[in-house]
């Protein structure tokens, strides 16, 4: 695709001139709607703000919102993302059918394009794409990185994606088949607290987007033998 993530400094600038346009036009935060009475509404669902109300968390809650939930990512949410090796991809269909994924690769595997858009790619080997096809139906996703070893810190990441082939084969990355676009929408903190601290394993010979049922893992939990209802009795 040849496009490079982008500078620290770029980054900045971009966020800066971002927010100058976004104040000039008077526009509701990144596609939020107004209220009657002009104001941009809260990041956060419905239910999460009935909920807050109903336990009495409205001011952590506010305050979380006011000074850890942004729009776009800032200088530090990149370098994070580029020395990220794992992330996990949520997704659901036009009904609502919830799927949670999982996605790895080496440092930089998800590229950040600008302040507002990332990529992340879909390497051979995934034959039921189950999470494109619910991109498909629902564009909305949700992506946490959790680093387990340095940093002990997570970050979340909700937007919009959608499905971009690749075209001609990558040759820094000779296994990616199509990428999953994410314009961001929020990012946020996930907190340490709870976040066991792993010590990193040697990684090396790990066959990125093989095709080896073995080093798939196999039937790994013997579910091939089990009945399942929409596979008719032989």
Known sequence: MGVSPVTDAQVVGLICLGLV?????????????????????????????????RYGSQDRARRFYRQQVLDRLNEQMVS????????????????????CSFRAGPPGFVQVLD????????????????????????????????????????????????????????????????????????????CRKHLPHLVKADGAGRAWGTDDARAKGGDYFGASCESRSWVADS
């Open 21 to 53: 346009s976004t104040v000039a036009a008077g526009l509701a935060w990144n596609g939020r709607h107004r209220s009657p009475a002009g104001q941009v509404e809260p990041p956060g669902s419905g239910g999460e703000h009935t909920l807050q109300r």
């Open 80 to 99: 994070f993302i580029a020395r990220q090796e794992m992330a996990w991809i949520a997704t659901a269909d036009s009904h609502g059918e919830c799927d």
């Open 115 to 190: 302040a507002w858009t990332l990529r992340y790619p879909e390497y051979r080997g995934n034959g039921v794409m189950a999470s494109l096809g619910n991109i498909l139906e629902n564009p909305h996703v949700g992506l946490v990185f959790l680093d387990f070893d340095q940093e002990r810190i997570g970050l979340h990441i909700n937007g919009t994606a959608r499905i971009v082939e690749v075209g001609e084969r990558n040759g820094v990355r000779p296994r990616v088949e199509r990428w999953v676009e994410v314009r961001v929408q929020e990012a946020y903190i996930h």
